[in-house]
């Protein structure tokens, strides 16, 4: 999976470690979400962090674009998140 969003030119994805220690993340190229499972953003798990963005405020939307490779035709899926 990768992702883009408007607001962001570049987005860095990372990793933690599955214990959940405290640090920042692991800068990996792609995050591998298999087949039919549901995933859950939060603050001590993998991440998408957009560089640079411009000031966001509290209870304002942002949308992200994930792109995933093995997806048919290439399709695209929008998230919004917050």
């Not at 992702?3 to 692991?26: F, K, M, N």
């Not at 591998?32 to 953003?41: G, K, L, M, W």
């Not at 603050?43 to 640079?52: H, K, Q, S, T």
Request: charged content about 15%; some cysteine.
């Amino acid at each position: 999976m990768s992702a883009s969003s408007p607001i962001a030119r570049h987005i860095v994805l990372t990793t933690r470690p599955a214990d959940g220690a405290a640090g920042p993340g692991t800068v990996v190229p792609d995050l591998v979400i298999p087949a039919h499972t549901t995933i859950t953003r939060s603050p001590f798990g993998n991440d998408a962090v957009l560089i640079n963005p411009p000031p966001l405020r509290a209870g304002h939307s942002v949308r992200l674009t994930l792109t995933f490779a093995t997806a048919p035709n290439g399709a695209r899926r929008c998230l919004r998140a917050c």
